[in-house]
């Protein structure tokens, strides 16, 4: 059972490169979002996806598209890398969807992702 | 005011101290909420949930006050181990819908020998 699995674990863009951050779970989860996480501001959500075909925006979604096609599979696009971006990228899945009520579910995390843009 | 708030330390302190950490919250309607651990250039991984008062695990207390709108992390007898980032996790989201997480910034903690 190999949880949720992310690549690359370090990547190097140039201003301007578009990339693709994988994230597959093994899990059969229904929930799936990223996260950057960036010195002082712990992690930030930038997209979520609560079933296959179904994505939203979280707090910091601009200069990154999702897509969620299969339940397992939930990669995040950078069409144009800006240095902005540079930061570590997590991925993270929970059984059901998040809730504001008891029996929201754990989220695991992937091993992340380091993204530097020169 | 931020929506999930924590001092972000470093706290240091000795081994087999008792160490208590703060986490303010905006989300009144919020009724579950977490402490993940992170590891030094590791991923957060879930300490403990709180859904109702309080919630206790071996060394660890997390507990919830809701009229002040803050969760509490208390540590008894810390170990070198304990060394980590603690996250203060909370259900939020546009219109209080609680459909995503908002992580605190997190609270260093130093165990020292």
């Known amino acids: 059972n190999a949880g949720v699995t992310q690549t690359p674990k370090f990547q190097v863009l140039k201003t301007g490169q578009s990339m693709t951050l994988q994230c597959a779970q093994d899990?059969?989860?229904?929930?799936m979002s990223w996260y950057r996480q960036d010195p002082g501001m712990g992690l930030r959500l930038i997209h979520y996806?609560?079933?296959?075909?179904?994505?939203d925006q979280g707090e910091v979604p601009n200069g990154y598209n999702v897509s969620r096609s299969t339940t397992e599979d939930f990669p995040l696009r950078l069409l144009s890398a800006a240095p902005s971006q540079t930061s570590v990228y997590f991925c993270?899945?929970?059984?059901?969807?998040?809730?504001?009520?008891?029996?929201?579910?754990?989220?695991?995390f992937g091993a992340g992702s380091r993204l530097t843009v020169l | 005011r931020k929506e999930v708030e924590q001092d972000p330390g470093p706290f240091n302190v000795p081994e087999g101290a008792t160490v208590a950490f703060n986490c303010t919250y905006s989300?009144?309607?919020?009724?579950?909420f977490f402490w993940y651990r992170q590891d030094c250039r590791k991923e957060p991984k879930l300490l403990m949930s709180v859904y109702s008062s309080g919630n206790e695990d071996g060394r660890f207390t997390a507990q919830l006050n809701r009229a002040s709108q803050y969760i509490s992390l208390l540590i008894r007898d810390s170990k070198l181990s304990d060394s980590a980032t603690y996250l203060c996790?909370?259900?939020?989201?546009?219109?209080?819908?609680?459909?995503?997480?908002?992580f605190g910034g997190g609270t260093r903690l130093m165990v020292k020998p």
């Open positions: 993270a899945s929970s059984e059901r969807g998040v809730s504001l009520f008891a029996g929201a579910n754990v989220l695991t």
């Open positions: 989300n009144s309607a919020s009724q579950s």
């Open positions: 996806s609560v079933g296959a075909g179904i994505t």
């Open positions: 996790v909370v259900p939020s989201g546009p219109n209080n819908a609680g459909n995503m997480l908002t």
């Open positions: 899990m059969n989860h229904e929930y």
